[in-house]
Every structure is written in structure tokens, then in C-alpha cells.
T-cell receptor, first 109, second 113 residues
Framework: GQNIDQPTEMTATEGAIVQINCTYQTSGFNGLFWYQQHAGEAPTFLSYNVLDGLEEKGRFSSFLSRSKGYSYLLLKELQMKDSASYLCAGLDSNYQLIWGAGTKLIIKP | IAGITQAPTSQILAAGRRMTLRCTQDMRHNAMYWYRQDLGLGLRLIHYSNTAGTTGKGEVPDGYSVSRANTDDFPLTLASAVPSQTSVYFC????????????FGPGTRLTVL
């Protein structure tokens, strides 16, 4: 079956760096998305990786290794507003989006 | 309006009642989606539409129906609500399909008693 695995919850300190991992098992692969979702709000787009490597967007970076079926989201200089759930979603060979359950990130002062 | 809107924001519904959740986007996106989100589970696709006039079934379509009469609107109907349909429902749209960024509405919190 197809599956997206990510940790349920992580805790980090304001100002620090945190890496949220995502492993995927899909029938074929056409890219991987990361979305951010604050409590009680809608998900919003963060990144889309289709090629191996690291893509940086300000304090957020996303990495993909297709050979390992692995991605991570790297958040630097953590701020309290980064407290949210981070959703990983993979596109399979039929371009169906498979969503992970999300990682709840708690930022402590 | 700018973006994607949903109505109502929240609703409490008696089991067995019919309910339509509304979704409207003004971005001229071709593709639209309905998801449900339950605690501990990822977003689950209920139905989708790649373009006006066409619809398709997602992962959990039973008990739900949709229509796409025009580009902007994509209502979701629960014909006879059951308690297991208690959830937060998100509508989303994207320019052409799943390779594009999905833009989500604010969600509808539905409770079926």
C-alpha cells in the first residue's frame, strides 16, 4: 500500500533549528509537498520538491532524496509563530496526492 | 472575494438530515477538491473535479456527493448524515491538478449528533 510517515509531534526551542522528516512509500513518484497548518486554520503551501536536493526559501528549506524515499523540512531561527502542524504529501505515479497525518511542532520559549 | 470561501463555518446537524457544504473560488482554477480532516489522520480526499462538468471519487466518497456546474462552485452534499461524518471539511482548488499548489478554504466544522 501507499504510505507517508512522519513523526506525530516534535518540540523545539525558540531560535533553534528543527528538522521534520517524512518517508514515503508510493507507487511511483512525481514530487513531494510540504504544507503548514496552524491550529484551527487551513493548510498553506510551503514547498514542492520533484528533484533531489535542498531547496531554500528564507528560514525554511526542504530536502528530497528519491532513492531513499525521504524528505525533510528544515526550519531555522525558530519563532513562536512556527508552532503549527506540518503536512507532508507525496504524488504517486497516477498523480494522486497521498497525505501524511502531519507533525505537530511545539515551540518553547 | 479573493481566494476560496466555504460556508457554513460550523454546523451541528441531526443524524439523518441532508446537508450541503458550499465552496466558491474566484481564482479561475480548473481543479477543486473536498477533504475531511480527523484528529490523528491525514487529509482524506472525498471527491474531486478536474474541470467544470466532471467529478471523481477520492479515498472516502461513500455518503457524499458533489457537483461542478461551473468553474467557481463545488458543493458537497451529505444525503443522510451519520455521526461518523463528524469532521472538519476543507475545500481546495488548484490551477490544473495535483502537481500544482492547492489553495484551501477556511474549513467547515461539522458535528453530526
Amino acid at each position: 500500500g501507499q504510505n507517508i510517515d512522519q513523526p506525530t509531534e516534535m518540540t523545539a526551542t525558540e531560535g533553534a533549528i528543527v528538522q521534520i522528516n517524512c518517508t514515503y512509500q508510493t507507487s511511483g513518484f512525481n514530487g513531494l509537498f510540504w504544507y503548514q497548518q496552524h491550529a484551527g486554520e487551513a493548510p498553506t503551501f510551503l514547498s514542492y520538491n520533484v528533484l533531489d536536493g535542498l531547496e531554500e526559501k528564507g528560514r525554511f528549506s526542504s530536502f528530497l532524496s528519491r532513492s531513499k524515499g525521504y524528505s525533510y523540512l528544515l526550519l531555522k531561527e525558530l519563532q513562536m509563530k512556527d508552532s503549527a502542524s506540518y503536512l507532508c504529501a507525496g504524488l504517486d505515479s497516477n498523480y494522486q496526492l497521498i497525505w501524511g497525518a502531519g507533525t505537530k511542532l511545539i515551540i518553547k520559549p | 472575494i479573493a481566494g476560496i470561501t466555504q460556508a457554513p463555518t460550523s454546523q451541528i446537524l441531526a443524524a439523518g438530515r441532508r446537508m450541503t457544504l458550499r465552496c466558491t473560488q474566484d481564482m479561475r482554477h480548473n481543479a477543486m477538491y473536498w477533504y475531511r480532516q480527523d484528529l490523528g489522520l491525514g487529509l482524506r480526499l472525498i471527491h474531486y473535479s478536474n474541470t467544470a462538468g466532471t467529478t471523481g471519487k477520492g479515498e472516502v466518497p461513500d455518503g457524499y456527493s458533489v457537483s461542478r456546474a461551473n468553474t467557481d462552485d463545488f458543493p458537497l452534499t451529505l444525503a443522510s448524515a451519520v455521526p461518523s461524518q463528524t469532521s472538519v471539511y476543507f475545500c481546495a482548488s488548484s490551477l490544473t491538478g495535483n502537481t500544482d499548489t492547492q489553495y484551501f478554504g477556511p474549513g467547515t466544522r461539522l458535528t453530526v449528533l
